[in-house]
C-alpha cells in the first residue's frame, strides 16, 4: 500500500512540473522578473561584446512599465522564469540573435491596427509602429 501511495504522489509531482523537471510552473511577476532579466543582458553585453555594464543605457523595464500600465501590452507571468533562465544560460550566439524563443510570448502587444504605439511591442499580431500608429 506505502508503494502504491508514494507512486501516486510521485506521479502527481511530474505531472504539475514545467516540461517533467522537479521545478513548479512559473508565476513570476514583471516587478520580481524585469531587474534580474536587465541585469542578465547587461552581463550578456559585458561578456559577450566587452561592454562594461556603465557604458550601456538600458531602459527595458522602464519602456516596459510604461507601455505595462498605459495597457499597451501585457505580460505573461508565466514565461517569465523560462525566458530568465534562457537568458543566464544562452550563448554569445544567442544573445547576438536574441535567440531566447521562450522570451518571444512574454511581452505581447495590445493596441490594434491603427491605435496609438510608442514601440513595435505595443502591436498586436505583429504589426509595426509605424509613426506612433500601429
Given amino acids: 500500500?506505502?508503494?502504491v501511495v508514494a507512486a501516486v504522489l510521485a506521479v502527481g509531482a511530474l505531472v504539475g512540473c514545467e516540461g517533467g523537471s522537479v521545478f513548479p510552473p512559473s508565476d513570476m511577476s514583471f516587478e520580481a522578473f524585469c531587474p534580474a532579466w536587465q541585469a542578465t543582458i547587461a552581463a550578456q553585453y559585458q561578456r559577450c561584446n566587452r561592454v562594461p555594464p556603465a557604458a550601456l543605457n538600458?531602459?527595458?523595464c522602464a519602456?516596459?512599465?510604461a507601455a505595462l500600465s498605459a495597457g499597451?501590452?501585457?505580460f505573461d507571468r508565466s514565461a517569465a522564469?523560462?525566458?530568465l533562465r534562457q537568458w543566464q544560460q544562452g550563448t554569445c550566439a544567442q544573445f547576438h540573435a536574441?535567440?531566447?524563443p521562450t522570451c518571444d510570448v512574454l511581452f505581447r502587444g495590445r493596441v490594434g491596427e491603427g491605435g496609438a504605439c510608442v514601440a513595435t511591442d505595443d502591436?498586436?499580431?505583429n504589426l509595426s509602429?509605424?509613426?506612433q500608429a500601429c
Fill in 1 to 3: 500500500m506505502r508503494a
Fill in 58 to 60: 538600458l531602459n527595458a
Fill in 63 to 65: 519602456s516596459h512599465e
Fill in 72 to 74: 499597451r501590452q501585457r
Fill in 81 to 83: 522564469a523560462g525566458c
Fill in 98 to 100: 536574441f535567440g531566447f
Fill in 123 to 125: 502591436c498586436e499580431y
Fill in 129 to 131: 509602429c509605424d509613426q
